[in-house]
């Protein structure tokens, strides 16, 4: 069971490369996450999603698009990257349980630090 | 703008001392969370505290939540040099995302 999984740990682009970030999950949760932290920032929600197929938009989606093909992936893509988007991205999942139960927690994976230059 | 706010933003103590973080939210929670960071690394769940709680321990921590105020605490008690990170209130603001303050970081010591 290896949890939350992230790809690459590390890369750097230069302004107008695109990439994808994958995030995959072994623990069959419904929601998966797409954050990133800046120093002094603590994290931001990019998109999220709450099950396969579905996505939705979080604080901070410009520049971003997600898709979520399979329920155990969710990938972040950047089209056109930007200097304003070297981050660290932080993907995470969660159980999703019926509505008016509480929340279970987040499992996040290891991070990706991306620089664009 | 950022759901939960953690005060104070750096806090450094000696080892076997007591460490106190708060965290302010802004809106009506279902339930709230706390996490640490160690440098470089992911997050990891500590504690989760319900909207109808008002204390919860687990091991040396102890965190409250007064949801008239919006506020809880998280308390470390005999801190430990392992116990250095940053920590993150994070609170479960509709049934699908949860949103983190900006974090505490907490430096122990020796």
């Known amino acids: 069971n290896a949890g939350v999984t992230q790809t690459p740990k590390f890369r750097v682009l230069k302004t107008g490369q695109s990439m994808t970030l994958l995030c995959a999950q072994d623990m069959n949760h419904e929601y998966m996450y797409w954050y990133r932290q800046d120093p002094g920032m603590g994290l931001r929600l990019i998109h999220y999603?709450?099950?396969?197929?579905?996505?939705a938009k979080g604080e901070v989606p410009d520049g971003y698009n997600v898709s979520r093909l399979k329920k155990q992936n969710f990938l972040l893509g950047l089209e056109s990257a930007a200097p304003s988007q070297t981050s660290v991205y932080f993907c995470?999942?969660?159980?999703?349980?019926?509505?008016?139960?509480?929340?279970?927690?987040?499992?996040f994976g290891p991070g990706t630090r991306l620089t664009v230059l | 703008s950022q759901q939960g706010e953690e005060d104070p933003q750096a806090l450094s103590i000696q080892e076997g001392e007591n460490a106190t973080m708060n965290c302010s939210y802004k809106?009506?929670?279902?339930?709230l969370q706390w996490y640490r960071q160690n440098s470089g690394r992911g997050l990891v769940h500590l504690i989760l505290i319900r909207s109808n709680e008002r204390e919860k321990h687990s091991g040396r921590l102890r965190v409250t939540l007064d949801t008239s105020k919006k506020s809880s605490s998280l308390l470390i008690t005999a801190s430990r040099a392992a116990d250095t990170a940053s920590y993150f209130c994070a609170t479960d603001a509709s049934a699908s995302k949860i949103i983190f303050g900006s974090g505490t970081r907490l430096s122990i010591r020796p």
């Open positions: 995470a999942s969660r159980l999703s349980l019926p509505r008016g139960r509480d929340a279970d927690t987040q499992y």
């Open positions: 999603s709450v099950g396969e197929g579905t996505t």
């Open positions: 809106t009506s929670i279902n339930n």
